[in-house]
């Protein structure tokens, strides 16, 4: 009775009418419709199109935008004066990624939080001051007579949004876009292969190679199909394509032999090299890669590649390479986006830079690496698309603009006879590349030609990965690959597909 009793305290008038089921469901169904269509009309409302950001005046800090968040761009806001200059970063991501050790990720050596460092604890002052901001959006176009970049929002293909499009004035704009992995114009690969260039890239990899595994394991696959799901083939025998080669060839070795005995004698790797793999090494160093790899199971193969099928490649000579897994690693060319615009170009289509990277004739505008290189006219060749000149580019930069602000101009078009000092002079340190079981190359000449240290075997790869180790941005990120690297000698790679 006292349970009836506040049954009927809490139930209204209206509900205490007898609601046939039929009726019930219809009068939801019209609430439900109701408040669907509400609420689509607030998430139509909330992606009206925004006009942008408001010109900096005369009393305000200027305003320097950063197109791009890899090595350049965030070396560049890193050592950016925050009390100079109000930063606004545009990029497709949120996060620098530390890409010598992205291979690892592909395998489980390391967690793929472990090189990825977010852009606000780069630059803090993106997330603290008023001024001062992230988009997470492309560049559709410069109006460098306006001082205005044009942007389009990135919503992940999400159906209940749009993007739109905004625009951002600036007093300093920096490009540093990057490159785009070269096809060669190649069929089928820009639809079948995978690159290696962003965390993303790592994560479709370790899901396609742990996929294969497991399928290849299924009742009924034929040995044939067995052999194909577990080929992987890399194309391209530069650092990264040896790297991740070695990579993959300790898994194999040492997780999958143990955790996959019923496939382990049908999964192996090629390597697909036009010419000799490591070309910018020392001859004696490139031998020592060749032997390494190809005792580690690497199969090296010369040649190019003329087609790309969904199950196979096609060589020029004729010669079909069934795989399972493709990963495509040739080196780096022009965007679209640098294409596009109507910037001076160097040889090879990049953006034309002169000695204070500046881009000639279009003011306030610069281009750090690797989407721009030395016009014919400064007599300099086109700098590699390496890590170290990014870095090397964007701290030069940060130190130029600190000074043109330091001496009042910052703002648009305030340069005017500011002493710019010396130009940018880029020294090679050398390279680095791991060749799995524990060896490594160590190249410390300045250049191919000259003369310098040069060793391989294990000390080499403890001072590859103490270098790497220290150069990871952040100490949190240090402590994330120290303890993965502890985590993975103890225990094993995590072949978990999440």
């Known amino acids: 009775m006292h349970r009836f009793k506040n049954l009927t305290r809490f139930s209204s008038p209206t509900t205490a009418k007898f609601t046939s089921p039929a009726l019930f469901s219809l009068q939801n169904l019209r609430h439900l419709s109701t408040t669907a269509a509400a609420a689509a009309g607030d998430a139509a409302a909330a992606v009206t199109p925004a006009s942008g950001l408001e010109p900096t005046k005369k009393t305000d800090k200027p305003r320097v935008v950063v197109l791009g968040s890899g090595w350049a761009g965030c070396r560049l806001m890193k050592g950016i004066d925050t009390s100079l200059y109000d930063v ?17 990720t592909c395998v489980g050596t390391l967690e793929f939080r472990s090189v990825a460092e977010p852009i606000a604890r780069i630059q803090p002052a993106i997330s603290t001051e008023p001024g001062s ?83 290849s394991d299924v009742p009924g696959v034929s040995d044939e199909e067995k052999r194909r799901l577990l080929h992987c083939v890399v194309v391209g025998g530069g650092p990264t394509g040896v790297e991740f080669s070695g990579e993959l060839s300790d898994f194999i070795m040492r997780d999958v032999h143990q955790r996959y005995s019923h496939v382990k004698d049908y ?35 010369r040649g190019t590649v003329k087609d790309v099928q969904p199950k196979k490649i096609v060589l020029s000579d004729g010669t079909d390479v069934p795989y399972g897994l493709l990963v495509w690693s040739t080196g780096v060319g022009p965007s679209t986006f640098v294409q596009k615009t109507d910037l001076p170009k160097a040889p090879g289509g990049r ?54 602000g330091k001496a009042g101009g910052g703002h648009a078009n305030g340069v005017g006879d500011t002493e710019l000092g010396a130009p940018f002079v880029y020294k090679h340190l050398g390279s680095m590349a791991t060749v799995g079981s524990y060896k490594a190359l160590v190249d410390l000449r300045q250049s191919k030609e000259a003369k310098g240290l040069s060793i391989a075997g294990f000390a080499s790869w403890f001072i590859w990965r103490s270098a790497y180790l220290t150069r990871v941005v952040s100490w949190r990120n240090r ?20």
């Open 351 to 404: 953006i034309g830079i002169d000695e204070w990277l500046r881009v000639p004739s279009v003011p306030d505008v610069f281009a750090i690496g690797d989407c721009c290189g030395y016009l014919e006219s400064t007599g300099k060749s086109t700098l590699p698309a390496l890590a170290q000149v990014a870095e090397r580019e964007g701290k030069y930069l940060a130190e130029l603009l600190n000074k043109i």
């Open 479 to 498: 402590f994330y690959v120290a303890t993965n690297w502890l985590t993975t000698f103890v225990f094993g790679r995590d072949i978990s597909r999440i």
């Open 88 to 104: 606004v970063c545009v990029s497709p991501r949120n996060h620098m990624v530390f890409t010598p050790l992205l291979a690892s």
């Open 267 to 301: 999964i192996h790797v090629t390597l697909i090299e036009a010419n000799d793999i490591l070309s910018s090494f020392d001859d004696r160093l490139r031998v020592y890669a060749t032997k390494q790899l190809t005792k580690s199971g690497v199969r090296l193969v």
């Open 133 to 215: 901001y992230f988009f997470l959006a492309n560049c559709k176009g410069l109006d460098v007579k306006n001082h205005e970049v044009h942007c389009e929002s990135i919503t992940d293909g999400l159906k209940a949004m749009n993007p739109w499009d905004f625009k951002i004035p600036y007093d300093k704009l920096v490009i540093a876009s990057g490159a785009e992995a070269s096809t060669f114009g190649i069929k089928g690969v820009k639809e079948h292969a995978i690159f290696l260039r962003e965390v993303h890239h790592a994560q479709e990899i370790r899901r396609k190679l742990l996929l294969n595994l497991m399928l």
